[in-house]
């Protein structure tokens, strides 16, 4: 029964990939080791694309994969498989979350985590920022530092950063803009 | 059930937008759930994903799980992470179904980068509003910087930053409590 197996192996990697979507990489290489149900080569077809469509990107590789197993119900069986853990472990933690809210000890651990979660973000929007506004393959290539970065790109980062502070406007806006811009501008 | 379909809505149109992973999604979280609709604070939201870093699981839908709970228990928290992952199963399959080489079409790499550079621009936006919630002295300023560049630099786990955070957190508050208390004495 293959949807059972499905949800099986998903529902493994939900549990047990922890630190979000690209964690569950190894596991996903894993599982075309062991089962065969797709190629390495699939696994980099399937990671430019979840990259490149919205969505978080390890729900995007359960589908993918998923679909390309077993169909539209595959697809779905997948996803799902991936997300139980999450719900069940989520919500057993929000009960005691609850539970210990305004305890001293607890405020005192969150004072401490949220500084080190803005790094974390920071430390991700490096990464974006490396992966948007230079191009490391042509420096490689070159080891010219005029080629290190891209010129017209980073002047947008700066014009749409200045736009996001001064209009505040709904995040979506600004990804739309981008695309068209991306488009007409050939970046 | 309005607000558990509420809880669906805005959490499909967050999986709708978002692209990248679980901190690419923050921005648009901050958005809708935060100024919108008021479900949670900002240091709420930092919380959840301080926990979500932990635990197993895709971030973002732990995020949208916890937010779901936070507001309607566990049907909550099952619509909202229902949400978020709908557009995914829409998207992807329609994708693998009819577009075949999507990812190597010109029009797809040029919007994306275009989208990559504003994606970076908004995550630069979210982490200066961070850095006003989170970093208020000068440990919480040591500890933000040394996550940042201990993760940038290294392969660490960053389980590993957020538990030594929330343990010198706690120390941290705990000896300067003390030390209030010795002054309140005198």
């Known amino acids: 029964m293959i949807y059972l197996r499905l949800f099986w192996e998903f529902f493994k990697i939900g549990v047990f990939a922890v630190g979000g979507g690209m964690a569950t990489l190894p596991f996903l290489q894993d599982l075309s080791a062991r089962t065969g149900w797709f190629t390495s080569s699939f696994i980099t077809d399937m990671v430019a694309i979840s990259e490149s469509t919205p969505g978080p990107i390890g729900i995007n590789m359960a589908t993918y994969v998923g679909y390309n197993v077993g169909g539209v119900p595959g697809g779905i069986i997948a996803t799902m498989g991936e997300v139980l853990p999450a719900i069940l472990i989520v919500t057993t933690v929000s009960i005691y979350l609850e539970k210990f809210r305004g305890n001293k000890y607890v405020d005192y651990a969150f004072y401490g985590m949220r500084p080190a979660v803005c790094g974390l973000i920071a430390a991700a929007g490096w990464e974006i920022i490396k992966m948007a506004l230079l191009r490391l393959d042509v420096f490689q290539a070159t080891h010219q530092i005029t080629d290190l970065v891209a010129p017209v790109r980073v002047l947008y980062f700066v014009l749409i950063f200045l736009s996001i502070r001064k209009f505040k406007k709904h995040p979506v806006l600004y990804i739309a803009i981008s695309a068209v811009v991306g488009i007409l501008l050939r970046f | ?186």
């Open chain 2, 1 to 186: 059930m309005k607000e558990l379909l509420d809880l669906y809505t805005a959490f499909f149109k967050m999986g709708a937008v978002t692209f990248g992973g679980g901190y690419a999604m923050l921005p648009i979280l901050q958005r809708e759930a935060v100024e919108k609709k008021g479900w949670v604070t900002n240091e709420e939201v930092m919380d959840f994903y301080a926990v979500s870093q932990g635990l197993p699981g895709i971030i973002a839908v732990n995020v949208a799980v916890f937010i779901g709970y936070h507001k309607r228990k566990i049907a909550g928290g099952i619509a909202a992470a229902l949400g978020v992952v709908s557009p995914c199963l829409i998207i992807i399959m329609t994708i693998a179904a009819f577009l075949a080489n999507f990812q190597d079409n010109a029009y797809v790499k040029h919007a994306f980068a275009g989208i990559s550079i504003c994606v970076a621009a908004l995550i630069l936006n979210t982490v200066i509003g961070l850095w006003k919630k989170g970093v208020k002295d000068s440990l919480t300023l040591v500890l933000c910087l040394v996550t940042f560049i201990g993760t940038v630099l290294t392969d660490l786990s960053p389980i590993i930053y957020v538990v030594a955070s929330a343990l010198l957190g706690i120390a941290f508050m705990r000896s300067r409590e003390k030390t209030a208390g010795k002054e309140e004495v005198k």
